[in-house]
């Protein structure tokens, strides 16, 4: 069954007008005529929101239950709801971003793939019934990101199996000696922070131009066959946090947000853009990954002492 929301809009103000627009478009409604929105029934409680806000401004508006009558009536009703075509408009954008890799530096590359992984977020919110459209945009969307890794991120770790999180003791973990890829981006960074931060505050580490010349009894982190490394839906950085009995601390889960969406995508998170915007700068400051990593630590040292992030 669906929900119906049969709305006439007040003329005045114009600003509710767009208001109410925009919240019928950014959920996805479909529009059966004019002053008629769509939504499977389970979302009846966002109509219920805006018919209440178009009544408290001299509308009217009523959600009512649609039910058909047939199968016939069923699929009409369906194909309101195809994302095809939107799905297309973001293959075309993301084709586009993949050709033009080659030309493109780092930093923008990295904002424009965001975008894209962030506007395919949106489009599944709203793809209500989603078909072979939406899993052929998971699979371009994976194969834009291993296209990025190999062209600027050479050794990026694929995510093992997620069996569980072995808990660690850190006083084990002094006196080691660390290993990652050269040339760090926000993973590394937040997991040499970490390190030096809850770990060992002198521990040294190797910069790896070939992760797979690592030297011998070294702890790796974030590249395939690293003791720490990406774990299912986990970036390097929550499994180490996880590793070493960190990860309920609410100061590193606001950091972890900001982390796992800068490396991987995901759910937006307040913290990111700045973020990103102040490591990007390091990277372009600091050509020594050791200074990089003790400026990038001092952000992610107020980062974590920010008022609200026990919050």
């Not at 002053?35 to 401004?57: C, F, I, N």
């Not at 296209?147 to 808990?167: L, M, W």
């Amino acid at each position: 069954m669906w929900s119906i929301l049969i709305v006439t809009l007040p003329t005045q103000p114009n600003a509710v007008r767009l208001r109410i627009w925009r919240a019928l478009k950014a959920l996805g409604c479909a529009a059966l005529r004019d002053g008629a929105y769509l939504l499977p029934d389970k979302h009846a409680a966002a109509l219920e929101s805006l018919a209440t806000e178009v009544r408290e401004h001299g509308g009217t508006a009523s959600v009512l239950i649609l039910s058909p009558r047939d199968e016939a009536q069923r699929a009409e009703v369906l194909a309101q709801f195809d994302r095809t075509e939107a799905y297309a408009q973001w293959r075309d954008t993301a084709t586009a971003l993949q050709a033009e890799l080659e030309k493109l530096g780092e930093t923008e590359t990295r904002r424009r793939l965001r975008g894209v992984a962030d506007a395919l977020q949106t489009l599944r919110r709203i793809d209500y019934y989603p078909g072979p459209a939406a899993q052929q945009a998971d699979s371009d969307l994976l194969a834009l990101r291993r296209a990025f890794d190999n062209h600027f991120s050479k050794g990026e770790p694929q995510p093992r199996a997620d069996d569980g999180i072995e808990r660690l003791d850190p006083a084990k973990f002094k006196g080691k000696a660390w290993a990652t890829r050269a040339r760090p981006w926000v993973d590394r960074l937040a997991c040499a922070w970490l390190v030096r931060r809850f770990i060992d505050p002198k521990a040294k580490f190797t910069w790896l131009s070939d992760a797979r010349k690592a030297p011998r009894g070294v702890i790796g982190f974030d590249y395939d066959g690293a003791r720490f490394t990406h774990v299912g839906a986990r970036v390097t950085f929550e499994v180490m946090a996880a590793s070493f009995g960190l990860d309920a601390d609410p100061k590193l889960q606001r950091i972890a947000g900001a982390v796992h969406y800068l490396d991987v995508g995901g759910i937006p998170v307040a913290e990111a853009a700045g973020l990103e915007a102040v490591l990007d700068g390091l990277r372009e400051v600091h050509a020594d990954d050791d200074r990089l990593v003790l400026a990038a630590s001092a952000v992610f040292d107020a980062l974590y002492a920010a008022p609200g992030a026990s919050s």
